[in-house]
């Protein structure tokens, strides 16, 4: 007696226990299809009818075992109409690749921009100084000119890998958002919530990612250039100092020491 009752509470719990992961099916495939673009497409088709007619069998009976056929007859079906609703990728894939590829577009244009806008005030920095000097056309300025344009080559990798790696941070605060909505959709958030929560966790990283655009940026890449003119004059005031004879130290025009002498001796 009391083992029909006992079973009636398994089977119950055995009930519950597949609504509950029937559920956390729902939910994690709701959440799932938002994350990876799957779009819903609905419909309805016709499902052809079917002749009625008699189908035969055959049997064995009497003494001999003789088989006989037996006619059967099996209705048609009328011809009829059905919902359906199935589940694809879009058109050129999903959407949030897309999203990808224009956050490391945008993130590298600003850096781009900005590395070029950074050479040409170094380039015209260095060109006045070089012509303030009467350096032009010597060596001074090829070697400043090959120290900017090196500093721009290194400003363009670096736009390139700042850009790579703001397109990897919103792919990857995708992919935790939807993990984060996965472990909620185990704990038995309903359908329409996960799916809620799915669209706007997107947006939310959409608009992050936007916002940081400004604040990847390549930084200053020529505010440490000595330009070449004054790297000569440097230079040439060193070799200056090896070819003092007298191994003196000179103080504008004369020495506040020793009258008009000029010099102090070490």
């Not at 079906?77 to 590829?101: H, I, K, M, S």
């Not at 921009?113 to 260095?126: C, G, H, I, L, P």
């Not at 850009?163 to 472990?183: F, G, M």
């Amino acid at each position: 007696m009391g083992g029909g009752g006992g079973d009636g509470g398994a089977g119950a719990a055995q009930r519950q226990e597949a609504d509950r992961q029937a559920r956390i099916k729902a939910a994690t495939d709701a959440i799932n299809r938002i994350f990876s673009g799957t779009q819903r497409v609905t419909g309805t088709r016709v499902i052809p009818g079917t002749p009625g007619g008699y189908q035969q069998r055959a049997t064995h009976m009497g003494e001999d075992s003789a088989p006989w056929v037996e006619s059967v007859w099996v209705p048609g079906t009328p011809e009829r109409t059905e919902a359906y609703e199935r589940w694809v990728d879009p058109p050129g894939g999903n959407p949030r690749e897309a999203l990808y590829a224009a956050q490391r577009g945008a993130v590298f244009d600003l850096n781009r921009m900005e590395v070029d806008r950074q050479a040409t005030d170094a380039e015209r920095f260095s060109r006045f100084g070089l012509a303030r000097s009467g350096l032009m056309g010597g060596s001074a300025q090829i070697d400043s000119v090959a120290d900017i344009n090196r500093r721009t080559n290194e400003g363009l990798m670096r736009a390139g890998g700042i850009a790579d790696q703001a397109a990897a941070d919103l792919r990857a605060a995708d992919e935790q958002a939807r993990a984060n909505l996965i472990s909620l959709a185990q704990s038995g958030i309903d359908t329409g919530t996960a799916a809620s929560q799915a669209l706007n966790s997107l947006q939310v990283n959409s608009a992050n990612a936007a916002s940081a655009r400004a604040g990847a940026t390549v930084g200053g890449l020529f505010n440490d250039l000595s330009s070449a003119y004054l790297m000569h004059q440097a230079n040439a005031g060193r070799m200056a100092g090896m070819n003092n004879p007298a191994n003196q130290q000179w103080y504008g025009v004369s020495n506040p020491r020793a009258g008009n002498s000029g010099t102090v001796i070490r």
